[in-house]
Structures are given as structure tokens and as C-alpha cells.
């Protein structure tokens, strides 16, 4: 299936789907094919989708709202605080806004909060390897001194998955410290 073929309201159901991969390549094909006052609405909607309330949890959708986010700046800067506070919401899968930050490094770094300490403040909260990644990579982007963080984990030997932009890779977190080095 070549998903550049569908309309952009078909994306969104990718969003939800069960495999990892397909969530990222969706978000990303939405923010290449939708622009201007959609990109504004389809945003406003992922947030909903966010929200308990709207009965339609949408795992992806944080994916979603940095890709369009990325393409369409001037839209985004109205929803960068908004985007960045998701870190605090333990229902949001958090790895994917940790992507989301680094995707919109340039767009997010002045944002409130400071995206470099919600993210150095998440890193310690939620002890998790794939936000790990995802975060520094983040921080990396926004121009943080990492060295503490490569120190800290150089040495931690257990799997991490991550999505490097065009494929799920999994290595140990060392070999994805040394990888990040190549960057």
C-alpha cells in the first residue's frame, strides 16, 4: 500500500495502528500533504484525539501533530507551549513527543516550558530507554551539552528501540550513545 496515494483523513486511522512504523511514516506523509488552515484544524483534532473526553485515545497523535507541526511553522507556533506540556501528561506516550521535540527543535526551543529541562526533568521521572533515546536526541537537536547524559548511560548494556527515520531499530543503548556520536 503507498500511503502518499491517500487522502489526509485516512492518515489519522494510521495513527492508532498496531504497528510502530506505520505511525511514523502516517504522521510523516501528513505533514508533507497538509497545509495552511487544514494543517490548523487537523492539529486542534489530534490534540482532541489527546483527550480522554473525545473517546477516541489516538496513540500517534503526538507523532501526528510534529509532523504537520514541522511543515507548517507559522501554525505551529500558536501550539509549541501546548505540545511541549504534553510531557507532563502521563496518558500521552511520551516517547512520541520526545520525538515530536526534536522534529520541532528550531520551532520549540523558546517554548514554555523550556523544552530542555521538561525533557532532562521527564528523562529522571519516567526511567524509560525508548524515551531515553528519544529525549536525547531531542536535546541534542535543541543544542543541550549531552556529555553528562552519554556518561551516565555509556555504559547500560539493555536493548533500545527507536525509529532513526526510515526504519525501528533496536541496539543496546551504548551502541545507540556511539550511533548518536555519527550525528
Not at 500533504?33 to 484525539?49: Q, S
Not at 512520541?96 to 517554548?111: C, M, N, P
Amino acid at each position: 500500500m503507498n500511503l502518499e496515494e491517500l487522502k489526509p483523513s485516512k492518515f489519522i486511522s494510521f495513527l492508532y495502528h498496531p504497528e510502530e512504523i506505520l505511525r511514523f511514516k502516517a504522521a510523516e506523509v501528513l505533514g508533507r500533504k497538509v497545509k495552511g488552515e487544514k494543517a490548523r484544524n487537523l492539529i486542534l483534532r489530534l490534540f482532541w484525539h489527546l483527550n480522554d473526553e473525545s473517546g477516541a485515545y489516538c496513540v500517534g497523535a503526538p507523532l501526528g501533530i510534529a509532523e504537520i507541526g514541522r511543515s507548517n511553522p507559522d501554525v505551529f507556533e500558536g501550539f509549541k507551549n501546548k505540545y511541549v506540556s504534553l510531557l507532563d501528561d502521563w496518558e500521552v506516550e511520551r516517547k512520541y513527543v520526545a520525538y515530536g521535540i526534536g522534529r520541532l527543535a528550531e520551532i520549540v526551543k523558546d517554548a514554555y516550558p523550556n523544552p530542555v529541562k521538561k525533557l532532562r526533568e521527564k528523562i529522571d521521572e519516567i526511567e524509560d530507554e525508548e524515551f531515553t533515546a528519544y529525549a536525547i536526541i531531542a536535546l541534542k537537536k535543541l543544542g543541550d551539552d549531552i556529555s553528562d547524559l552519554r556518561s551516565r548511560f555509556r555504559d547500560v548494556r539493555k536493548p533500545v528501540k527507536y525509529y532513526d527515520g526510515e526504519k525501528i531499530v533496536r541496539v543496546a543503548f551504548c551502541e545507540f550513545l556511539r550511533e548518536l556520536d555519527c550525528c
